[in-house]
């Protein structure tokens, strides 16, 4: 095998990990907001305005999808779309990456 063969597949399995990562850190986040939520977590304080922010910022185009009459199933529903579609989109992209 070549070095060039090599330093390619190594580039792309270096950059599917910063996909994933980057992925799993957008779901993390986002779950940790759903959960601060559902616990009515102190929105006067730092961390929970920080999270809700980068949340809210992540999930913009899922958060207000969804209509149901409880707050609670609008919250898990649209702030969990964003999650799972953060995760498999993330996942799927960096095993493409990973096999070319």
Known sequence: MSPRFTKSTRGGADAAKVIVVIADVAAVVIV???????????????????????????????????????????????YGLAAAVYLVVGHLVAGRLRRH
């Open 32 to 78: 940790l907001w759903i959960l601060m939520d559902l616990l009515e977590a102190n929105r006067g304080n730092d961390l929970v305005q920080v999270v809700r922010d980068v949340a809210r910022w992540l999930a913009s185009w899922s958060h207000d999808l969804f209509t149901f009459d409880e707050r609670w199933a609008r919250v898990v529903a649209g």
